[in-house]
């Protein structure tokens, strides 16, 4: 299959040009120059607030605690960024077309944001997913590897492979430093013009036509023509009537592991980031990035939480659980020190889509949230959809609409 190909214009437009992508219907000029205000600073956030900018809007982004903090769903240290989706090809196309504003933000950060170390997912059968994944690289002209077992073995030696069939492989694809790129796009944001203000809200000011401005628990008072909200698991909190429990905040616990001395096995220059399907029972990691660890983690949806209140010390019962498993897919890291826990949470979705639309009572403020754990990957194409959705001028993907969210949980999307 071809590779992914990024020109130094693709570079230049996905940093914020005038790029267009299936979502977006038309460019939003006719209507630049608006003050916006956007609250919350993570991922969908700062990537909205990124795309309004560059539209020649005035934005003011705000934040209770600070840009990807500790509590917040794009804090911590990595995520994965891979393109394979199965049926869902929806979000190989927004992974893809965000790939090249990672890449044109990494290359301005001065510490890199995406570590091209590759991603690969494995099965223990040929199931649809593989099918539905190729299905839909090959008509986007997407490189992936589809290798067997002996193939895997050889060619990442730190993994047992044990009871896997077939492997995915996307080379062009990796791992994004989280925490670090949002502080970057905030910094870029604010050195463009942008405002960004440290601030709790605690009340909307509404007329009959729509929203006027935020309160902040300051007493600041901060006005807007129009409004997003990208709250991640407050999101719920800041409106229990609209959103309330179709978007639900669970617990995880992902951990660290010191890689033997000297052992360049586990360096991203020969391990990939990776997941392993287990049967539908999903885990994944990464590499020894930057010193930090081989970090393991289950993806397995957590007990309901609520981010101001769930304790972020690491249990004893996840920890086993995740030593087993590393015990048994990383013999070469069997009794590895621990050396990192975090405790985040994600914030899903009733079905794992995503939810960006316009609230119903309020037409000036867009609702977006409901990341659902792969959301990060996807912060350059959510921001750039999120901003033409408020401004009127995107082609309405229904998968993201409130209608499509319910009280009750299924997840679809993997």
């Not at 608006?34 to 020649?56: C, D, M, N, P, S």
């Not at 309020?362 to 996807?378: E, Q, T, V, Y």
């Not at 750039?384 to 969210?405: C, D, Q």
Request: hydrophobic content about 40%; aromatic content about 8%.
């Amino acid at each position: 299959m071809k590779g992914l190909r990024i020109s130094r214009r693709s570079l230049l437009l996905g940093a914020g040009g005038a790029a267009v992508s299936e979502l977006v219907a038309a460019p939003m000029t006719s209507k630049a120059g608006e003050k916006i205000v956007v609250v919350g600073a993570g991922v969908f956030g700062t990537w909205t607030a990124h795309h309004l900018q560059q539209q020649g809007h005035k934005v003011t982004l705000i934040d209770a605690w600070g840009p990807a903090h500790s509590r917040a769903s794009s804090g911590g240290e990595s995520r994965l960024t891979r393109a394979a989706y199965g049926k869902d090809a929806i979000y190989t196309r927004m992974a893809m077309d965000s790939l090249p504003q990672w890449q044109a933000l990494s290359a301005v950060s001065g510490l890199p944001i995406l570590i091209q170390c590759g991603i690969l997912f494995f099965f223990p059968t040929d199931e649809p997913y593989v099918a539905d994944s190729i299905a839909a690289h090959r008509e986007l002209d997407h490189r992936t590897n589809v290798i067997r077992q002996a193939e895997m073995a050889a060619k990442f030696p730190m993994i047992d492979f044990d009871g896997v069939r077939v492997g995915l492989y996307e080379p062009d694809f990796g791992a994004l430093m989280a925490r670090r790129s949002v502080l970057t796009l905030v910094d870029r944001f604010v050195k463009a013009g942008g405002t960004y203000t440290k601030g709790f809200v605690n009340a909307l000011d509404m007329t009959i036509s729509g929203l006027t401005d935020v309160q902040l628990s300051s007493g600041e008072r901060v006005a807007g023509d129009r409004f997003v909200f990208a709250c991640g698991p407050w999101l719920p909190k800041m409106f229990p009537d609209v959103v309330g429990p179709r978007i639900l905040p669970t617990r995880q616990e992902v951990f660290y592991f010191a890689p033997p001395p000297g052992d360049r096995r586990f360096l991203p220059a020969a391990m990939p980031g990776w997941a392993d399907f287990n049967g539908g029972d999903i885990f994944y990691g990464f590499p020894d990035l930057e010193t930090r660890g081989v970090k393991i983690a289950h993806d397995q949806h957590g007990v309901e939480v609520d981010p101001d209140t769930q304790s972020r010390r690491p249990t004893e019962a996840a920890l086993a659980e995740i030593v087993a498993y590393r015990d048994r897919r990383f013999p070469a890291l069997k009794g590895a020190q621990l050396i990192g826990a975090e405790v985040c949470q994600y914030e899903n979705s009733s079905n794992g889509d995503f939810l960006i639309d316009l609230h119903p009572n309020l037409p000036n403020a867009l609702l977006l949230g409901g990341g659902s754990g792969h959301g990060f990957k996807h912060g350059p194409e959510v921001g750039r959809y999120a901003a033409a959705r408020l401004m009127g001028s995107a082609k309405i993907e229904p998968r993201f609409s409130l209608a499509t969210k319910s009280e009750s949980h299924h997840r679809e999307v993997h």
